[in-house]
């Protein structure tokens, strides 16, 4: 191959990455701008219908039971709180032994839907809608506290309000609140599915993560 050849390739690869990189971030984009909806089920009637949806107490325990049976015994494995010499041993044998009797579990591959607690925030002028921010919803259940963590959530969330926007402007510039629910749906990711420890809030509290790769988003206004 000749030098030219060499070079003609090696601006065709840089050329092809300039055009597809953009593409990506384009796409991660879009799938964080959403409709805002002025009701859950509007939002659950869009969902695939195999999306199993853990938005309660007695739905997130049934998960929890598919995957790992029982829960652990928080007490045996806090011990005297992290100032005990076996506690984060006693901890990681925790996750070991349970990531290894989960494998091939069905509950692996299902899609699932959960909530995490937004809030309108300011109007974004170019996109059209409102930038939202959020933060974890913890649930309590017999298990102990769960919050999904989430993987691959787009970095730019927006919900665009249509006819509502210009109430919406005018009740976030007087100060009031606009809580919103972001449900999320996705995946557990196999190697990481459920991740236990213990409340930074409460001591002694046991506290199970699920990991998820977020496949969508939706926008819901409470008390719409």
Not at 179 to 193: H, N
Request: a negative charge; zero cysteines.
């Amino acid at each position: 191959m000749s030098r030219f050849d060499r070079g003609l390739r090696l601006l065709l690869t840089l050329l092809l990455l300039g055009f597809l990189s953009p593409v990506s971030t384009r796409a991660e984009e879009t799938a964080g701008v959403r409709p805002l909806r002025n009701g859950l089920a509007a939002a659950l009637a869009s969902l695939p219908a195999q999306t199993h949806l853990l938005l309660d107490q007695q739905s997130i325990e049934q998960f929890l039971v598919e995957l790992d049976g029982a829960p652990p015994d928080w007490g045996t494995v806090y011990g005297q709180g992290h100032h005990d010499p076996g506690h984060d041993e006693r901890l990681f044998a925790l996750n070991r032994e349970r990531d290894a009797r989960r494998e091939g579990k069905a509950p692996l591959e299902w899609l699932i839907a959960f909530v995490w607690l937004g809030e309108l925030s300011w109007f974004d002028e170019q996109e059209g809608g409102f930038r939202v921010v959020l933060g974890p919803k913890f649930n309590r259940t017999a298990w102990g506290e769960v919050r999904f963590k989430h993987e691959d959530l787009p970095s730019t969330l927006i919900a665009l309000a249509g006819q509502e926007t210009a109430k919406l402007r005018a009740r976030i510039q007087q100060g009031t609140p606009a809580p919103v629910a972001v449900l999320i749906t996705g995946r557990l990711i196999p190697e990481e599915s459920l991740i236990y420890d213990f409340s930074h809030e409460s001591e002694g509290r046991g506290l199970i993560m699920p990991v998820v790769r977020v496949e969508s988003v939706d926008f819901v206004l409470e008390g719409g």
